[in-house]
């Protein structure tokens, strides 16, 4: 099975700060059709998962343009443009090119 | 709009069977795939199975030889089985259109 390994598993951010979690691959995340299934979400506490970024970099609907996701292969990066209050939870990735799909371990965001 | 539900038993005896239905409303069965996603208390996000637009099903490889994913088109529900219980699988389930739109899962004690 592919492993996901996010960086760092706890963040700390004032407002306004611009932060950065790593996910990285045990093995290629690149498809024979060429699609790259990675996928970022936000689950804030108490609440479902939120897709925030798919196929790496599109933006789910309604996700503010602070949010955006890079890299390809096996290392990939979800960012955020100057942090708000709102964006507190816990972050995670998924990979949905190999069978069984696979999360990370999650990156808790904290605002200070 | 796109909704999906989940429904089933709170609490189940260890070494019985867990039933799990997802309604969904706003998209079709044979069209879309339909994820199941775990997590329990205090933990992260482990995808449990899938089943494909087509009918066919896709495991957890720690889960595969105690699980079983079914649907109903005409009810527009997908079930998820899970016998021999054990402690480690009290968890909210979800589940998922696609990985894009979420249920507000159910939880799932398995005590005595």
């Known amino acids: 099975d592919v492993v996901l390994t996010q960086t760092p598993s706890t963040l700390s951010a004032t407002i306004g700060q611009s932060v950065s979690i790593s996910c990285r691959s045990s093995q290629s995340l690149l498809d024979s059709a060429g699609n790259t299934y990675l996928y970022w979400y936000l689950q804030r506490p108490g609440q479902s998962p939120q897709l925030l970024i798919y196929?790496?970099?599109n933006l789910g609907s309604g996700v503010p343009n602070r949010f955006s996701g890079s890299g390809s292969g096996t290392d990939f990066t979800l960012k955020i443009s100057g942090v708000e209050a709102e964006d507190l939870g816990v972050y995670y990735c998924?990979?949905?090119?190999?069978?069984?799909?696979?999360f990370g371990s999650g990156t808790k965001l904290e605002i200070k | 709009q796109v909704q999906l539900k989940e429904s089933g038993p709170g609490l189940v005896q260890p070494s019985q069977t867990l039933s799990l239905t997802c309604t969904v409303s706003g998209f079709s069965l044979t069209s879309n795939s339909v994820h199941w996603v775990r997590q329990p208390p205090g933990k992260g996000l482990e995808w449990v199975g899938a089943i494909w637009s087509g009918g066919s099903t896709d495991y957890n490889s720690a889960l595969k030889s105690r699980l079983s994913i079914s649907r109903d088109t005409s009810k527009s529900q997908v079930f998820l089985k899970m016998n021999s219980l054990q402690t480690e699988d009290t968890a909210i389930y979800f589940c998922t259109r696609s990985g894009l739109r979420w249920g507000q899962g159910v939880m799932v004690t398995v005590s005595s």
């Open positions: 998924m990979q949905a090119t190999h069978a069984p799909f696979t």
């Open positions: 196929l790496v970099s």
